[in-house]
C-alpha cells in the first residue's frame, strides 16, 4: 500500500516538476523523504530543484544520498558533479568523475562532466564565487534591485570581466526600467561570453521593453541557434509576434516550446490566449484545458478558461472551481482567480445572488491588495482641470509641425467600447492599430499635474518624445492608433502637441460601463478604482465632469462615439465615425471582424 502512495506521489511532483512549479514538486519530494528519508529518485530530483535554484549546497547531501542508493545510475553522479564544481570544490568534482566512471561505466556523460569542470577551472578568477552569484540571484528575486547594483558593483572591483556580474546588473537595471543601461549591460556581458542564450533572451527581452522588436527577434533566434531547445526564448518570440498581430508565427513558436516541454502549461495558456483572440474558442478551450489537467489548482486558469466557456449546473469545471474554492490548501492567489471564474459561472446559470457575491470577493481581494484611494483621483483630476487653460496657452500651430505620423487617439472609460472603436478604425489601410500604450502618461503626466512648468518647450518635448516612440510601434503606415482609455485626462495636452491628431471620446451607458469595470478582472494598478462599486461610480463621476469640460472646449477637435448607437446601427455610425476622424471612407471599415489584427483588451 505504501509502495503504490509513493508512485503516485511521484508522479504529481514529477508533473509538478515538468510544468516548472518547483514550490509544489519540492513539498511532494519533501513530503516523500519524510516517509521514505533514502528514496533515490525523490532525493536526486530534490537536488537538482536546487540546483535549478542556483543552491548547489542545499543540493549537495540529496545527491549524495541518491548516489548512495543507486551508484550505478549516472544521472546523479552528473548532477553531484555540477553541484560540486558550481561550488568551485574542483578537486572534490574531479575525484567524483573517477568513482563515478568506476561505479557507473565510463561513457560521454564523464567526458562532458570533464569538460565541464576544466572550463569552470580556467574561469575560477572570472567570476565571483558561486554564494556570492547566488545571493545577487536572490536579491534580484526579491526585487532589491539597488542593492544588487551596489553589491555587484563592489564585486566588479575584484572581477572587471565577470560576464556573470554584467548579466546580474543588466536585470537588475531592466527590473528599475532603465532598458537602455540594461542593454548596456547585456553587451559587455556578451563581449565576455558570446554564446550565452541567457544572456540573449535578456537583452531581448529588455529591447523588446524599448519597442526595438528586431533587434529583440534577432537576440532570441541567437539564442535558440545556440541552444536549440531554450524554450524561454521561444516563449519570447511568441510573445512578441502576438503583439505585432503575426499570431501564425507566434502560434508556430509556442507549439515549438510546447514540442520540447509538453507539460509547460504557461506556453498552453498563451496558445489558448491567442486562439480565443483569433475567435476560435473550440481550440482555445482545448489549449487551456491542457494547461489545467497539468496544472488543475492553478486559480488563474479557470478564471482564463472562464471568459470563454458557457457554463451548466452540471460543468465538470464549474464544479472543480467549487471544490478548489473550499479548499484551505489553496493559495490565496489562486482563490482570488478563483472568485472571479465562479462569479461568471454562477451569472451563466442564472444564480445572481452567488454571482454577485463572488464578484464582490473577488473585487475585494484585489482592492486589499492595493494603496488606492478616490479622494487621490479626485484630487488629481482638479489639478488636471487647472492646467488645462494654461497648456492651451502654449499649443503648437498645424502649419508649424510635420505630418508624416498622425495620431489617432481612441479614450473613454475602459470597458466603453475602445477595443471595438480602434478594430474598425484600423480597418482602414492607412490606420496601424497599436492598442493601449503607454507614452502619453509616461512623458505628460507631471505636465498636467502641474509638477512640470508648463511653456512652449515642455509642450514641444512631450511631442518628441510621443511620436519618437510612436514611430517604433509601426512603419509604413500615415496613422497610429492610441487606443489608451485613460488619456482622457490628457485632452488639452494632446490637443495642444498634437494640433494635426485625430481624437475620439467613446461614451457607453453609465450604469453598463460601472458594472462591466466591476465584473471585469483587472490586474493593473490603474484600475484599482474598480474593485469598489463605490469607487466606480464617485470615478465616472468625475471622469463625466472631466469629459463635458473637454468637450465643450475642444469639440471641433474631438469626434463623440455612441458606443450604444453604434451596435444598434452600425453601418451608419461607423460612416460618421469614419468621417469625423477625416478619413477616406473605405467598406473594409464595415467589416471589422474580418480584420485579422488581434485585440488586446481586458
Same mark, same amino acid.
Given at each position: 500500500?505504501?509502495?503504490?502512495?509513493?508512485?503516485?506521489?511521484?508522479?504529481?511532483?514529477?508533473?509538478?516538476?515538468?510544468?516548472?512549479?518547483?514550490?509544489?514538486?519540492?513539498?511532494?519530494?519533501?513530503?516523500?523523504?519524510?516517509?521514505?528519508?533514502?528514496?533515490?529518485?525523490?532525493?536526486?530530483?530534490?537536488?537538482?530543484?536546487?540546483?535549478?535554484?542556483?543552491?548547489?549546497?542545499?543540493?549537495?547531501?540529496?545527491?549524495?544520498?541518491?548516489?548512495?542508493?543507486?551508484?550505478?545510475?549516472?544521472?546523479?553522479?552528473?548532477?553531484?558533479?555540477?553541484?560540486?564544481?558550481?561550488?568551485?570544490?574542483?578537486?572534490?568534482?574531479?575525484?567524483?568523475?573517477?568513482?563515478?566512471?568506476?561505479?557507473?561505466?565510463?561513457?560521454?556523460?564523464?567526458?562532458?562532466?570533464?569538460?565541464?569542470?576544466?572550463?569552470?577551472?580556467?574561469?575560477?578568477?572570472?567570476?565571483?564565487?558561486?554564494?556570492?552569484?547566488?545571493?545577487?540571484?536572490?536579491?534580484?528575486?526579491?526585487?532589491?534591485?539597488?542593492?544588487?547594483?551596489?553589491?555587484?558593483?563592489?564585486?566588479?572591483?575584484?572581477?572587471?570581466?565577470?560576464?556573470?556580474?554584467?548579466?546580474?546588473?543588466?536585470?537588475?537595471?531592466?527590473?528599475?526600467?532603465?532598458?537602455?543601461?540594461?542593454?548596456?549591460?547585456?553587451?559587455?556581458?556578451?563581449?565576455?561570453?558570446?554564446?550565452?542564450?541567457?544572456?540573449?533572451?535578456?537583452?531581448?527581452?529588455?529591447?523588446?521593453?524599448?519597442?526595438?522588436?528586431?533587434?529583440?527577434?534577432?537576440?532570441?533566434?541567437?539564442?535558440?541557434?545556440?541552444?536549440?531547445?531554450?524554450?524561454?526564448?521561444?516563449?519570447?518570440?511568441?510573445?512578441?509576434?502576438?503583439?505585432?498581430?503575426?499570431?501564425?508565427?507566434?502560434?508556430?513558436?509556442?507549439?515549438?516550446?510546447?514540442?520540447?516541454?509538453?507539460?509547460?502549461?504557461?506556453?498552453?495558456?498563451?496558445?489558448?490566449?491567442?486562439?480565443?483572440?483569433?475567435?476560435?474558442?473550440?481550440?482555445?478551450?482545448?489549449?487551456?484545458?491542457?494547461?489545467?489537467?497539468?496544472?488543475?489548482?492553478?486559480?488563474?486558469?479557470?478564471?482564463?478558461?472562464?471568459?470563454?466557456?458557457?457554463?451548466?449546473?452540471?460543468?465538470?469545471?464549474?464544479?472543480?472551481?467549487?471544490?478548489?474554492?473550499?479548499?484551505?490548501?489553496?493559495?490565496?492567489?489562486?482563490?482570488?482567480?478563483?472568485?472571479?471564474?465562479?462569479?461568471?459561472?454562477?451569472?451563466?446559470?442564472?444564480?445572481?445572488?452567488?454571482?454577485?457575491?463572488?464578484?464582490?470577493?473577488?473585487?475585494?481581494?484585489?482592492?486589499?491588495?492595493?494603496?488606492?484611494?478616490?479622494?487621490?483621483?479626485?484630487?488629481?483630476?482638479?489639478?488636471?482641470?487647472?492646467?488645462?487653460?494654461?497648456?492651451?496657452?502654449?499649443?503648437?500651430?498645424?502649419?508649424?509641425?510635420?505630418?508624416?505620423?498622425?495620431?489617432?487617439?481612441?479614450?473613454?472609460?475602459?470597458?466603453?467600447?475602445?477595443?471595438?472603436?480602434?478594430?474598425?478604425?484600423?480597418?482602414?489601410?492607412?490606420?496601424?492599430?497599436?492598442?493601449?500604450?503607454?507614452?502619453?502618461?509616461? @512623458?505628460? %503626466? #507631471?505636465?498636467?499635474?502641474?509638477?512640470? &512648468? +508648463?511653456?512652449?518647450?515642455? !509642450?514641444?518635448?512631450?511631442?518628441? *518624445? /510621443?511620436?519618437?516612440?510612436?514611430?517604433?510601434?509601426?512603419?509604413?503606415?500615415?496613422?497610429?492608433?492610441?487606443?489608451?482609455?485613460?488619456?482622457?485626462?490628457?485632452?488639452?495636452?494632446?490637443?495642444?502637441?498634437?494640433?494635426?491628431?485625430?481624437?475620439?471620446?467613446?461614451?457607453?451607458?453609465?450604469?453598463?460601463?460601472?458594472?462591466?469595470?466591476?465584473?471585469?478582472?483587472?490586474?493593473?494598478?490603474?484600475?484599482?478604482?474598480? @474593485?469598489? %462599486? #463605490?469607487?466606480?461610480?464617485?470615478?465616472? &463621476? +468625475?471622469?463625466?465632469?472631466? !469629459?463635458?469640460?473637454?468637450?465643450? *472646449? /475642444?469639440?471641433?477637435?474631438?469626434?463623440?462615439?455612441?458606443?450604444?448607437?453604434?451596435?444598434?446601427?452600425?453601418?451608419?455610425?461607423?460612416?460618421?465615425?469614419?468621417?469625423?476622424?477625416?478619413?477616406?471612407?473605405?467598406?473594409?471599415?464595415?467589416?471589422?471582424?474580418?480584420?485579422?489584427?488581434?485585440?488586446?483588451?481586458?
Amino acid at each position: 500500500m505504501e509502495k503504490q502512495v509513493i508512485e503516485n506521489m511521484m508522479k504529481q511532483a514529477i508533473t509538478a516538476h515538468q510544468s516548472n512549479d518547483l514550490p509544489k514538486a519540492e513539498g511532494i519530494y519533501g513530503e516523500i523523504l519524510k516517509i521514505v528519508p533514502d528514496h533515490a529518485d525523490a532525493n536526486r530530483l530534490m537536488g537538482f530543484v536546487w540546483l535549478n535554484r542556483g543552491d548547489s549546497e542545499k543540493a549537495l547531501p540529496f545527491l549524495a544520498t541518491a548516489i548512495k542508493r543507486k551508484p550505478s545510475a549516472s544521472s546523479p553522479w552528473k548532477l553531484y558533479i555540477k553541484a560540486l564544481t558550481n561550488l568551485g570544490q574542483y578537486d572534490n568534482a574531479n575525484k567524483a568523475i573517477v568513482d563515478g566512471e568506476k561505479a557507473a561505466g565510463t561513457g560521454q556523460t564523464f567526458l562532458s562532466l570533464e569538460k565541464f569542470l576544466n572550463e569552470k577551472r580556467s574561469k575560477q578568477q572570472v567570476n565571483p564565487p558561486p554564494k556570492k552569484i547566488q545571493n545577487l540571484v536572490t536579491l534580484i528575486g526579491n526585487k532589491q534591485f539597488d542593492e544588487v547594483l551596489r553589491l555587484a558593483g563592489e564585486l566588479a572591483k575584484a572581477y572587471p570581466n565577470s560576464w556573470r556580474l554584467h548579466g546580474i546588473q543588466g536585470t537588475a537595471y531592466a527590473g528599475l526600467k532603465r532598458n537602455e543601461t540594461a542593454i548596456e549591460q547585456y553587451e559587455q556581458a556578451l563581449k565576455l561570453n558570446a554564446d550565452s542564450p541567457f544572456i540573449l533572451n535578456k537583452k531581448g527581452s529588455a529591447l523588446r521593453e524599448i519597442n526595438k522588436t528586431e533587434e529583440a527577434l534577432n537576440c532570441w533566434t541567437r539564442a535558440i541557434e545556440i541552444k536549440p531547445k531554450f524554450v524561454p526564448a521561444y516563449m519570447n518570440l511568441g510573445r512578441a509576434f502576438r503583439k505585432e498581430g503575426d499570431t501564425e508565427t507566434a502560434l508556430k513558436h509556442l507549439q515549438k516550446a510546447v514540442d520540447i516541454r509538453p507539460n509547460f502549461a504557461q506556453a498552453h495558456v498563451l496558445i489558448g490566449r491567442i486562439l480565443k483572440e483569433n475567435g476560435d474558442n473550440v481550440s482555445a478551450i482545448e489549449s487551456l484545458n491542457t494547461a489545467l489537467r497539468i496544472n488543475p489548482e492553478k486559480g488563474e486558469l479557470h478564471r482564463i478558461l472562464s471568459t470563454i466557456v458557457k457554463y451548466t449546473p452540471d460543468d465538470k469545471q464549474f464544479n472543480q472551481m467549487k471544490d478548489l474554492a473550499e479548499s484551505k490548501e489553496i493559495d490565496p492567489e489562486s482563490k482570488h482567480h478563483l472568485m472571479f471564474g465562479l462569479a461568471k459561472a454562477y451569472e451563466d446559470t442564472g444564480e445572481y445572488e452567488k454571482s454577485f457575491h463572488y464578484y464582490l470577493a473577488g473585487n475585494k481581494t484585489q482592492k486589499d491588495q492595493k494603496e488606492f484611494k478616490i479622494e487621490q483621483e479626485e484630487e488629481s483630476f482638479l489639478l488636471i482641470k487647472k492646467s488645462q487653460p494654461i497648456i492651451d496657452n502654449f499649443a503648437i500651430k498645424i502649419a508649424d509641425v510635420s505630418q508624416s505620423i498622425v495620431p489617432i487617439f481612441i479614450v473613454g472609460m475602459p470597458r466603453s467600447g475602445t477595443s471595438l472603436i480602434e478594430q474598425i478604425v484600423c480597418s482602414h489601410s492607412e490606420v496601424f492599430g497599436a492598442g493601449e500604450l503607454s507614452h502619453v502618461v509616461n @512623458h505628460g %503626466l #507631471d505636465l498636467c499635474l502641474g509638477k512640470k &512648468k +508648463i511653456n512652449q518647450s515642455s !509642450i514641444l518635448t512631450f511631442r518628441e *518624445k /510621443y511620436l519618437a516612440a510612436l514611430k517604433l510601434e509601426a512603419t509604413g503606415y500615415k496613422f497610429i492608433s492610441d487606443k489608451m482609455p485613460h488619456n482622457f485626462r490628457f485632452l488639452p495636452l494632446i490637443c495642444a502637441a498634437f494640433p494635426e491628431a485625430r481624437i475620439v471620446n467613446v461614451k457607453r451607458d453609465a450604469k453598463a460601463t460601472c458594472w462591466s469595470n466591476f465584473k471585469q478582472h483587472f490586474p493593473a494598478k490603474g484600475l484599482a478604482y474598480s @474593485h469598489n %462599486l #463605490d469607487d466606480i461610480v464617485r470615478y465616472f &463621476k +468625475i471622469y463625466k465632469d472631466l !469629459i463635458q469640460a473637454w468637450e465643450a *472646449k /475642444y469639440s471641433a477637435r474631438v469626434y463623440t462615439c455612441d458606443y450604444d448607437q453604434l451596435t444598434s446601427d452600425p453601418e451608419a455610425e461607423t460612416i460618421k465615425l469614419i468621417n469625423g476622424i477625416k478619413l477616406d471612407w473605405q467598406e473594409s471599415c464595415l467589416s471589422p471582424h474580418e480584420n485579422p489584427r488581434t485585440v488586446f483588451t481586458a
